[in-house]
């Protein structure tokens, strides 16, 4: 409801705004589309709420069906320490995003003796409302609970981004598992397989992680999709907004309060992106690993096995974007170039329009 409430007053000042303060409208935009994209997201994980509970239900089983054995548990503690470095580490720059970009408006206001005025003074969150702010503790009151709704924001976007590092990096674990499995199934003094690795279990570990990235892939795919379309705008108006003012006498109020928006931005898309690369380098590596192994000196019908998996191995997993391409870095470098070029378009055009205009 306050997401919904708060899209409603941004999409009102962006449709009512009179445009004579074009950064400010590209500004107000801006944040009125990365709280749709996270509004959006929101959405898609409550409507996949029952595969979720699927990744939920493996990755219990996962945990508790290596308990027996110190090597598989040791490698799993290892990436769940690695997936909580980056869980904090990716929150923390949201939340600081958020601090900056709040200090940014209110140091804005300090400086420009213009704003000092309650009803001029330019709010944290670009909206149009219903009623006028006329003095001061409408404006404070307005203040605080759109920073406490940002803050709220900042937590969710950082959450949601991490879920998917996090479920990755499990997806990590479980291939490295494999791997050791792979390693230590066949004995290279005898002929026979490990008798606690079976190739029974190899399949079925196999076959679980390419279950479990499928369910990821189910989430994450359209979530993939509006985050490079919305994302790439969002880039470039904030690289627009930034780059007219380095010439401004508050230039270094807009770039505090723009800068670490425009990079938690490009974290964004770089996240899905590296999380597609790194998914299908790993699940490459099960093919390597299971050819490496010493499967040419166990019997043919526990060799056939390990050859299906090498075999499953050449259609790697990945993450896709809608399901209409794989998420890559290539594809994170492209985005980057693009949101570029419609910065230097946009620029042209602003001053063809001003050179219009004084004629």
Request: aromatic fraction near 12%; hydrophobic fraction near 50%.
């Amino acid at each position: 409801m306050a997401l919904g409430t708060a899209q409603i007053f941004q999409y009102g000042f962006v449709i009512y705004n009179k445009r004579d303060n074009f950064p400010e409208f590209i500004d107000g935009l801006s944040s009125a589309l990365a709280n749709s994209l996270f509004f959006i997201k929101l959405i898609i994980l409550w409507v996949n709420q029952r595969k979720f509970g699927d990744i939920l239900r493996i990755m219990t089983a996962d945990w508790q069906g290596h308990t027996s054995n110190q090597r598989s548990m040791s490698i799993m503690m290892k990436t769940a320490l690695l997936a909580r470095r980056m869980s904090r580490i990716i929150i923390f720059i949201n939340v600081s995003t958020v601090l900056l970009y709040c200090l940014g408006v209110l140091a804005a206001n300090a400086s420009d003796p213009e704003k000092w005025e309650p009803y001029n003074r330019e709010l944290i969150l670009k909206m149009k409302f219903p009623f006028e702010i006329s003095t001061h503790p409408i404006y404070v009151a307005v203040t605080v609970v759109q920073f406490i709704h940002l803050v709220f924001v900042g937590f969710g976007i950082g959450f949601v981004n991490t879920l998917l590092i996090n479920l990755v990096l499990h997806i990590d674990g479980q291939i490295d598992i494999l791997q050791d499995w792979l390693k230590t199934a066949f004995s290279r003094n005898g002929s026979k397989p490990s008798k606690e690795i079976t190739t029974q279990l190899l399949i079925t570990k196999h076959q679980q992680i390419i279950i479990f990235s499928e369910n990821i892939e189910n989430i994450y795919t359209y979530v993939a999709f509006l985050i490079l379309l919305s994302d790439t705008l969002i880039i470039c108006f904030l690289g627009f907004v930034i780059a007219i003012s380095l010439d401004k006498p508050n230039a270094a109020v807009i770039v505090v309060k723009s800068f670490m928006f425009y990079v938690m931005m490009n974290l964004d898309v770089f996240i899905y992106c590296y999380a597609g690369e790194y998914l299908s380098a790993k699940s490459k590596m099960i093919g390597d690993a299971a050819y490496d192994s010493l499967w040419y000196n166990v019997a043919a019908k526990n060799s056939r096995v390990v050859l299906f998996v090498v075999l499953r191995s050449q259609k790697r997993l990945t993450i896709t974007c809608g399901k209409i391409m794989d998420l890559t870095l290539k594809c994170f470098t492209s985005i980057v170039k693009a949101s570029a070029s419609y910065v230097g378009a946009f620029g042209d055009v602003l001053r063809a329009n001003n050179l219009l205009t004084m004629l």
